[in-house]
């Protein structure tokens, strides 16, 4: 058997030792195949010039290290044998080589289209987009899938004017959006989650404070504003004349209307992911509130619309507190009412004591009337 090398020149060179019957790199007796030498260890090398000549070296999986299962590297300018890839490219430039990202011309130019080149090593390893390190490929993977995951999330303008946006609060699951604001108008760049909020203080704290959550960074890929069908008053006179909500919840939802007209912004503004998957099941609408809360932070709340089973939910506290429908529903259904006729059968608020409390109403204007006839 000739004398085991660890750094080669050519293609040709590492590949004459095909003639071998076992890999001699290996612990596991392989056969020393074209395939084997292209896939387990050519493809790994790491390429630097010497002398203006391009050379590079090969892993190494042999019983000369204590753990021979994983590959390991052989210094041939010492006696070292190095475990990482990255402590062995620190090593060779100390002994003054120039690593390069592809085999120079020349001697080594054979190398060039069959080999991958270290930067093709350092891609499975690190992260090119943050740089963060990982301990195998599969990692590597992961991380890419998650951080995609997150960078493809929707983001909707709600509101130009004040810079509000709605996006999903998960990059997984159901999106249910949340609304963040950020504007160079106004200096503002905040997320309503506490923790979000937490980490870019802590992260302002160790000296990062343009560091954002990942909600904020969606920003960059932001769906510009477009404003949705605005609210007519002949639609939510129709749903009075209907029975289906009352003269009380017609005048609050026209008060807080015009509140939001003069304001300049949209009262209600649906919310529709589109080609990111929306869900048939839930319809989600960002409601001007008229103030500001624990529940609307930026002026707005969400409302939810279970299609499936007629279901309202919102954010504000009268909503939770009651256990009863709000104004904020209510202008919702005003939008599904004038824009999505068909949703209109599973989008109708059954309230009983509203319904009631508009009876009592109507008898005692009945009974008024009837007494003034009496009078008479």
Not at 309 to 332: D, Y
């Amino acid at each position: 058997m000739a004398e085991k090398k660890f750094e080669f020149s050519s293609k040709e060179e590492l590949f004459s030792l095909i003639g071998e019957v076992y890999c001699p790199y290996c612990t596991k007796p392989v056969a020393t195949s074209h395939h084997h030498l292209s896939t387990h260890h050519l493809r790994y090398a790491i390429h630097f010039a010497e002398g203006g000549t391009g050379k590079f070296s090969i892993p190494c999986y042999c019983p000369d290290e204590r753990r021979g299962k994983r590959s390991h590297w052989h210094c041939t300018k010492c006696t070292k044998i190095i475990q990482r890839t990255a402590d062995f490219r620190l090593h060779l430039t100390n002994h003054g080589v120039l690593l390069t990202d592809k085999p120079l011309d020349g001697e080594a130019a054979s190398v060039g289209t069959s080999c991958v080149s270290d930067a093709a090593e350092d891609y499975r390893t690190s992260c090119q987009k943050c740089d963060s390190l990982f301990a195998n490929p599969s990692n590597l993977r992961r991380h890419k899938r998650q951080q995609n995951c997150r960078q493809e999330q929707p983001m909707v303008c709600v509101d130009a004017k004040n810079g509000l946006y709605v996006t999903p609060k998960d990059p997984q699951g159901t999106k249910f959006p949340i609304h963040i604001c950020k504007s160079l108008v106004s200096q503002s760049f905040v997320c309503e989650l506490d923790s979000c909020r937490d980490f870019m203080k802590m992260a302002a704290q160790s000296g990062n404070p343009g560091k954002e959550c990942y909600h904020l960074e969606r920003t960059r890929n932001a769906r510009c504003y477009s404003p949705p069908p605005p609210l007519c008053n002949a639609s939510l006179e129709e749903m009075v004349e209907k029975g289906i909500i009352s003269r009380t919840r017609q005048q609050e939802c026209m008060a807080l209307h015009a509140r939001a007209c003069l304001e300049e912004v949209d009262c209600v503004f649906p919310v529709f992911w589109e080609e990111f998957g929306p869900s048939e099941r839930y319809i989600y609408f960002s409601v001007y509130a008229g103030q500001t809360d624990i529940w609307c932070q930026f002026g707005r709340t969400l409302v939810t619309l279970d299609t499936k089973f007629g279901k309202w939910q919102c954010q504000c506290t009268g909503a939770k507190e009651e256990h009863q429908s709000c104004v904020h529903q209510h202008l919702s259904m005003w939008w599904v009412f004038q824009e999505r006729p068909c949703w209109r059968k599973n989008a109708v608020i059954t309230n009983s004591e509203e319904m009631i409390d508009d009876i009592e109403t109507k008898v005692m204007d009945l009974e008024d009337m009837l007494e003034m006839q009496h009078s008479e």
